[in-house]
């Protein structure tokens, strides 16, 4: 019964419409800011004539209650600012809503301790397995999302290039669509190439949110091994921040990020981001080839990249109504994105391309709505509606075979391009549609229940002007995937012990042309599939305080990952279709312990984690010849421990250490062949240590009253590892990714209150070689300067 009712779509609309209904009350709501416009958790709002008629603001900032019509006077306080005292005027069944900033008691705040926490230290603290990382002290820096990723304890990012490059992303051993991304909890998988964690620059978003293994049910995931949230600003204040830096290799980023609330609740969005990069950086150990192309056993280095530039440029917009009696928050948005990447070479650095490229646009249009408060204030909606259209395209439409030196020769066969396939302007059009729909009803001051469901839909079809006979997608291909989740929170003990339990369903429908590529007949070499599972996954995350410093926590979940649209489909190239994929399936274990205290003028964080993911039907590429296939394979158990430390005295010089340990093995390769001593050995190609460190010291009121002076040293470090074995052949022949330990160091300014700000940034400092993977060097050293301007009510 219920997977008729999500397919039929009814749940959803009922929850929608269900709930938009209105009370009529008579309210008062607002946010609390400082005078750099973060919002004051926890800050006191009471009516001085009213006795016992008040809030408290959340981890937002935000506050809302209600209260009969009147004139009155509001007296808003919070510990180390001044006492604030507004009178307001509340009308029948009208909502009022207010702005207030609150300065900085300097006496008080020398004499006082202020124990108020963050949104992220409160996000940490929850029984899941998380990571926050805060961009406020990053805004100014010439960095995207993957350099942030980087610095989280677990994580490794490998890269196949510069700014725009394919990468990898890695959590606890588990990598690639294995771990899902998420924009402000809405996720990113129908947003194209051009709208990446590669090129989306930091000065965009307010934290980065790394949850590992155990997913909560409001991201809608289905993860495999963990996922990342970026959350954006969502501070009800008007502001512009502008940012502009160039640096090496002719690379130059731009963004704008502008918001604007009316006292009548109107409000518009936008943010943007434009990158480009040559990425003609120099590499070594190249070969040098006769006139025919064969191989000459000479070598040379410092040799420049010529066929590697990168453009994207992204823009969204939203308008609508917030703090309205029927809605918190009703916005229509549009988001437009698009790129142009230059391939430089295949995975064999030494066969260079001189003119293929890739393309990617994206059109996507959506509808958010927020409100709390319904249902005796016991209940709180959110919905997210998008459609949209993604367009990707490969041109590869010349016969030349190039070199590394500027020259070039022709191919004998003038219907070949340069990856030795037919010519091809193959363009794939995908038609999406996307639902996430969660309600949260509070039971108690104790419990809560949670519900979330996530729609994706993706119709792709395909075309080729500069390809003969059938076309790949000619047939559209259709995946159609819904996620439901329910989950139970319970607070017990006076809020020291926190659980989670929860549930979650996936069901697929895909539907598509599976290609033979072994048989020329036509009617053989092309037949009609479609697919359909269901799968239960269900887990739990619990958290005990033993003191307002010291917690453990542990979380344990069974999972599903249901393939990609180009995992089953293929990509209409060189990678085929394969529509008997099943889900990849896990059960991830978290244990871990959190202190944050105070000593002295010391504030330090140690957090730490052990964790287990054993895995079933991982999703694998296989090689046929000149094509590719997925394949479930490998069945992967993945342990490891990571560690960290941060610790920052007198709120000025500060040290941040991790390190990560995981042991990632194979179970069943070599079993079919009766190769015992294969079994269960670690899995080559994959980082087992690795991790890094930063230093640095923040200067205060330096050359004039609130500026900021900022520098730092940060350095990365992974231990070499094999490509293809750790126990196969002897050890000195076997072919390694080299040992990298690279290092950034960065000089920032900021003045007249973080309205303008200055940064330097030196990445790879010492100029060393890096290897992300097998013979693909990362850039060398590089400068970048930026240039930022804030302005804020």
């Given at each position: 019964m219920l997977v008729f009712v999500l397919r039929k779509n009814s749940c959803l609309f009922f929850l929608l419409f269900g709930i938009m209904i209105c009370t009529g009350q008579s309210r008062i709501k607002g946010t609390i800011l400082d005078t750099q416009s973060n919002p004051i958790p926890e800050a006191s709002i009471q009516i001085i004539e009213l006795k016992n008629k008040g809030a408290l603001s959340d981890f937002e900032g935000n506050?809302?209650?209600?209260?009969?019509?009147?004139?009155?006077?509001?007296?808003?306080?919070?510990?180390?600012?001044?006492?604030?005292?507004?009178?307001?005027?509340?009308?029948?069944?009208?909502?009022?809503?207010?702005?207030?900033?609150?300065?900085?008691?300097?006496?008080?705040?020398?004499?006082?301790?202020?124990?108020?926490?963050?949104?992220?230290?409160?996000?940490?603290?929850?029984?899941?397995?998380?990571?926050?990382?805060?961009?406020?002290?990053?805004?100014?820096?010439?960095?995207?999302?993957?350099?942030?990723?980087?610095?989280?304890?677990?994580?490794?990012?490998?890269?196949?290039?510069?700014?725009?490059?394919?990468?990898?992303?890695?959590?606890?051993?588990?990598?690639?669509?294995?771990?899902?991304?998420?924009?402000?909890?809405?996720?990113?998988?129908?947003?194209?190439?051009?709208?990446?964690?590669?090129?989306?620059?930091?000065?965009?978003?307010?934290?980065?949110?790394?949850?590992?293994?155990?997913?909560?049910?409001?991201?809608?995931?289905?993860a495999l091994g963990g996922a990342v949230n970026i959350i954006t600003n969502q501070r009800k204040n008007d502001f512009i921040d502008v940012s502009y830096d160039a640096g090496s290799f002719n690379t130059h980023r731009a963004t704008i990020n502008t918001q604007y609330y009316s006292d009548k609740g109107f409000v518009i969005k936008a943010f943007s981001f434009y990158n480009h990069s040559d990425n003609d950086y120099k590499i070594d150990d190249i070969e040098v080839r006769d006139e025919l192309g064969n191989d000459t056993g000479i070598r040379r280095d410092n040799v420049r990249r010529f066929h590697d530039a990168y453009t994207s440029q992204m823009i969204n917009l939203q308008t609508g109504l917030v703090e309205k009696s029927f809605a918190d928050k009703l916005l229509i948005g549009i988001t437009a994105s698009a790129n142009k990447n230059e391939i430089q070479h295949p995975i064999d650095p030494q066969n260079p391309f001189g003119e293929v490229f890739t393309k990617n646009n994206v059109i996507n249009a959506s509808l958010i709505y927020e409100k709390a408060n319904l249902l005796k204030e016991k209940?709180?909606?959110?919905?997210?509606?998008?459609?949209?259209?993604?367009?990707?395209?490969?041109?590869?439409?010349?016969?030349?075979?190039?070199?590394?030196?500027?020259?070039?020769?022709?191919?004998?066969?003038?219907?070949?391009?340069?990856?030795?396939f037919s010519k091809t302007l193959f363009e794939f059009k995908d038609k999406t549609h996307l639902i996430n729909a969660f309600a949260s009803y509070t039971i108690n001051d104790q419990s809560a229940l949670n519900f979330n469901f996530t729609k994706n839909y993706i119709k792709r079809k395909g075309e080729d002007p500069a390809r003969k006979g059938k076309i790949p997608f000619n047939d559209p291909h259709v995946i159609n995937k819904n996620i439901v989740g329910v989950s139970y929170d319970l607070e017990a003990f006076d809020a020291t012990w926190n659980t989670t339990v929860f549930g979650k369903g996936y069901f697929l429908n895909s539907e598509g042309v599976l290609e033979d590529v072994l048989t020329n007949i036509e009617e053989d070499r092309f037949t009609k599939f479609n697919n359909t599972f269901e799968e239960l996954g269900y887990g739990f995350a619990s958290t005990y305080k033993f003191t307002d410093d010291i917690q453990l926590k542990g979380s344990l979940e069974k999972t599903f990952r249901i393939p990609e649209g180009?995992?089953?489909?293929?990509?209409?190239?060189?990678?085929?279709?394969?529509?008997?994929?099943?889900?990849?399936?896990?059960?991830?274990?978290?244990?871990?312990?959190?202190?944050?205290?105070?000593?002295?003028?010391?504030?330090?964080?140690?957090?730490?984690?052990?964790?287990?993911?054993?895995?079933?039907?991982?999703?694998?590429?296989?090689?046929?010849?000149?094509?590719?296939?997925?394949?479930?394979?490998?069945?992967?158990?993945?342990?490891?421990?990571?560690?960290?430390?941060?610790?920052?005295?007198?709120?000025?010089?500060?040290?941040?250490?991790?390190?990560?340990?995981?042991?990632?093995?194979?179970?069943?390769?070599?079993?079919?062949?009766?190769?015992?001593?294969?079994?269960?050995?670690?899995?080559?190609?994959?980082?087992?240590?690795?991790?890094?460190?930063?230093?640095?010291?923040?200067?205060?009121?330096?050359?004039?009253?609130?500026?900021?002076?900022?520098?730092?040293?940060?350095?990365?470090?992974?231990?070499?590892?094999?490509?293809?074995?750790?126990?196969?052949?002897?050890?000195?022949?076997?072919?390694?990714?080299?040992?990298?330990?690279?290092?950034?160091?960065?000089?920032?300014?900021?003045?007249?209150?973080?309205?303008?700000?200055?940064?330097?940034?030196?990445?790879?400092?010492?100029?060393?070689?890096?290897?992300?993977?097998?013979?693909?060097?990362?850039?060398?050293?590089?400068?970048?300067?930026?240039?930022?301007?804030?302005l804020s009510n």
């Open positions: 506050f809302e209650f209600d209260a009969p019509s009147g004139s009155y006077t509001l007296k808003i306080s919070f510990v180390g600012f001044k006492d604030y005292l507004k009178k307001v005027e509340i009308k029948d069944s009208k909502t009022t809503s207010l702005t207030i900033v609150l300065e900085e008691d300097v006496k008080e705040l020398a004499d006082v301790l202020v124990k108020a926490k963050s949104k992220a230290q409160k996000t940490r603290e929850k029984a899941f397995e998380v990571e926050v990382i805060q961009t406020q002290g990053l805004k100014n820096a010439s960095v995207d999302i993957n350099s942030l990723l980087t610095t989280v304890p677990g994580v490794n990012v490998r890269q196949r290039g510069g700014l725009g490059s394919a990468f990898e992303f890695s959590l606890n051993g588990l990598s690639g669509k294995q771990v899902k991304f998420f924009i402000d909890d809405i996720p990113l998988e129908n947003f194209g190439s051009s709208m990446s964690f590669n090129n989306f620059p930091a000065t965009l978003i307010e934290s980065v949110e790394v949850f590992k293994g155990v997913v909560p049910i409001y991201l809608g995931a289905d209940l709180k909606v959110k919905l997210y509606a998008a459609v949209g259209e993604n367009n990707d395209k490969v041109a590869d439409t010349s016969a030349r075979k190039y070199d590394w030196f500027g020259g070039f020769i022709e191919r004998g066969d003038q219907n070949l391009g340069e990856l030795e180009y995992e089953i489909f293929g990509d209409g190239f060189l990678l085929k279709s394969n529509p008997e994929l099943l889900p990849e399936e896990s059960y991830n274990a978290n244990l871990g312990f959190l202190l944050q205290t105070d000593i002295n003028k010391f504030k330090i964080r140690l957090d730490s984690n052990v964790f287990l993911r054993e895995s079933e039907n991982f999703i694998t590429i296989r090689s046929e010849g000149i094509f590719s296939r997925y394949y479930n394979t490998a069945a992967a158990r993945s342990t490891g421990v990571e560690g960290e430390i941060r610790t920052i005295y007198n709120d000025a010089l500060f040290l941040e250490i991790n390190a990560t340990y995981q042991n990632i093995i194979d179970r069943n390769v070599g079993a079919n062949a009766g190769v015992d001593f294969l079994k269960n050995q670690r899995i080559a190609n994959i980082p087992y240590v690795f991790g890094n460190a930063k230093i640095g010291y923040n200067a205060k009121d330096i050359f004039s009253a609130n500026d900021k002076l900022t520098v730092s040293w940060s350095s990365y470090y992974v231990h070499d590892y094999p490509l293809t074995s750790f126990v196969e052949g002897s050890p000195k022949e076997r072919d390694i990714i080299p040992e990298q330990f690279s290092h950034n160091a960065q000089l920032g300014y900021s003045f007249k209150n973080g309205m303008y700000n200055i940064s330097v940034l030196a990445r790879n400092v010492t100029d060393a070689k890096v290897y992300d993977n097998f013979e693909i060097q990362q850039p060398g050293r590089a400068f970048y300067v930026k240039l930022r301007y804030y």
